[in-house]
Protein backbone atom coordinates (compact mmCIF):
# COMPACT_ATOMS: atom_id res chain seq x y z
CA UNK A 1 0.00 0.00 0.00
CA UNK A 2 3.11 2.31 0.42
CA UNK A 3 1.99 4.07 3.21
CA UNK A 4 -0.85 5.85 1.50
CA UNK A 5 0.08 6.60 -1.92
CA UNK A 6 -1.81 4.15 -4.48
CA UNK A 7 0.39 2.38 -6.67
CA UNK A 8 -0.53 2.41 -10.38
CA UNK A 9 -2.40 -0.44 -10.31
CA UNK A 10 -4.91 0.77 -7.65
CA UNK A 11 -5.02 3.91 -10.13
CA UNK A 12 -5.96 2.17 -12.84
CA UNK A 13 -8.50 0.03 -10.98
CA UNK A 14 -9.99 3.29 -9.55
CA UNK A 15 -9.93 4.52 -13.22
CA UNK A 16 -12.11 1.75 -13.83
CA UNK A 17 -14.30 1.65 -11.41
CA UNK A 18 -15.26 5.73 -11.53
CA UNK A 19 -16.22 5.25 -15.61
CA UNK A 20 -18.38 2.21 -14.51
CA UNK A 21 -19.84 2.56 -11.49
CA UNK A 22 -21.30 0.65 -9.18
CA UNK A 23 -18.90 -2.25 -10.04
CA UNK A 24 -18.73 -5.70 -8.63
CA UNK A 25 -15.22 -7.18 -8.17
CA UNK A 26 -15.66 -9.72 -10.53
CA UNK A 27 -16.41 -7.46 -12.85
CA UNK A 28 -13.26 -4.97 -11.94
CA UNK A 29 -11.47 -8.16 -12.77
CA UNK A 30 -12.65 -8.93 -16.12
CA UNK A 31 -11.55 -5.22 -17.11
CA UNK A 32 -8.26 -5.27 -15.65
CA UNK A 33 -7.61 -8.80 -17.48
CA UNK A 34 -8.75 -7.17 -20.93
CA UNK A 35 -6.59 -4.47 -20.49
CA UNK A 36 -3.75 -6.79 -20.47
CA UNK A 37 -1.52 -9.11 -22.86
CA UNK A 38 -3.50 -12.59 -23.31
CA UNK A 39 -1.11 -15.49 -21.02
CA UNK A 40 -0.42 -18.68 -21.54
CA UNK A 41 -0.11 -18.85 -18.21
CA UNK A 42 -2.50 -21.02 -16.73
CA UNK A 43 -2.79 -19.51 -13.27
CA UNK A 44 -2.87 -15.93 -15.05
CA UNK A 45 -6.43 -15.55 -15.31
CA UNK A 46 -7.04 -16.79 -11.64
CA UNK A 47 -3.97 -13.92 -10.43
CA UNK A 48 -5.25 -11.23 -11.93
CA UNK A 49 -9.13 -12.11 -10.23
CA UNK A 50 -7.43 -12.42 -7.02
CA UNK A 51 -5.36 -9.10 -7.64
CA UNK A 52 -8.65 -7.44 -8.26
CA UNK A 53 -9.92 -8.25 -4.93
CA UNK A 54 -6.71 -7.28 -3.38
CA UNK A 55 -6.73 -3.45 -5.30
CA UNK A 56 -10.78 -3.14 -4.33
CA UNK A 57 -9.63 -3.82 -0.36
CA UNK A 58 -7.08 -1.85 -0.54
CA UNK A 59 -8.50 1.35 -2.06
CA UNK A 60 -11.55 0.74 0.56
CA UNK A 61 -8.88 0.38 3.41
CA UNK A 62 -7.67 4.05 1.88
CA UNK A 63 -11.13 5.90 1.78
CA UNK A 64 -10.96 6.00 -2.15
CA UNK A 65 -14.22 3.71 -2.56
CA UNK A 66 -17.04 2.69 -0.75
CA UNK A 67 -19.38 -0.06 -0.85
CA UNK A 68 -22.42 0.32 -3.19
CA UNK A 69 -24.47 -3.16 -2.17
CA UNK A 70 -23.11 -6.54 -1.85
CA UNK A 71 -19.59 -6.90 -3.45
CA UNK A 72 -20.13 -3.66 -5.45
CA UNK A 73 -17.85 -0.40 -5.56
CA UNK A 74 -18.43 3.31 -5.87
CA UNK A 75 -15.61 5.90 -6.04
CA UNK A 76 -15.84 8.42 -2.91
CA UNK A 77 -14.97 12.63 -3.85
CA UNK A 78 -11.30 11.60 -2.60
CA UNK A 79 -11.07 8.67 -5.11
CA UNK A 80 -12.39 11.14 -7.59
CA UNK A 81 -9.89 14.08 -6.90
CA UNK A 82 -7.29 11.69 -6.80
CA UNK A 83 -7.59 10.25 -10.43
CA UNK A 84 -9.73 13.85 -11.82
CA UNK A 85 -12.29 11.28 -12.22
CA UNK A 86 -15.69 13.77 -13.09
CA UNK A 87 -17.84 10.54 -13.40
CA UNK A 88 -19.60 8.37 -11.29
CA UNK A 89 -19.33 8.50 -7.18
CA UNK A 90 -21.99 9.21 -4.41
Known amino acids: MSDGYPTAAQKEALRLICGNEP ?9 L ?3 RRPS ?3 G ?6 HM ?7 LHAQGF ?3 SGPDAWHTTPT ?3 LI ?3 GGGS
Open 52 to 58: AGTLAWR
Open 65 to 67: IAN
Open 79 to 81: GRA
Open 33 to 35: LAA
Open 40 to 42: TNP
Open 84 to 86: SCT
Open 23 to 31: MPTDRLAER
Open 44 to 49: YARAVT
